[in-house]
Nanobody, 119 residues
């Protein structure tokens, strides 16, 4: 089992920055990818960015590429979502999720953290 705990959400003004954290624990040696998702009210959950747990490869969807990055602190088993130039439409609950060897689904999820961007 892998446990994921997000933190760092809050209220930020449009144009500002915020960094979310996703701390992984448990059988992290079985992980091969971590991703950040978000879900806005009335909308489906959407993938934002992924990072290979071991190779560090990254992927960003068009809507956040150039504004968000997904660095990792290996010593802390923590992955971050650094968000810059935030827009009102970035308001959502943000989740991190993990994939483990032998399972192509996003098997493990954090509890989510609220990000609210104000004008």
């Amino acid at each position: 089992q892998v446990q994921l705990v997000e933190s760092g959400g809050g209220l930020v003004q449009a144009g500002g920055s915020l960094t979310l954290s996703c701390a992984a624990s448990g059988r992290t040696s079985s992980m091969y990818a971590v991703g950040w998702f978000r879900q806005a009210p009335g909308k489906e959950r959407e993938l934002l960015a992924t990072r290979g747990w071991n190779d560090g490869s990254t992927y960003y969807v068009n809507s956040v590429r150039g504004r968000f990055t997904i660095p990792r602190d290996n010593a802390k088993n923590t992955v971050y979502l650094q968000m810059n130039s935030l827009k009102l439409e970035d308001t959502a609950v943000y989740y991190c999720a993990g994939k483990v060897v032998g399972d192509s689904s996003w098997k493990f999820w954090g509890q989510g953290t609220q990000v609210t961007v104000s004008s």
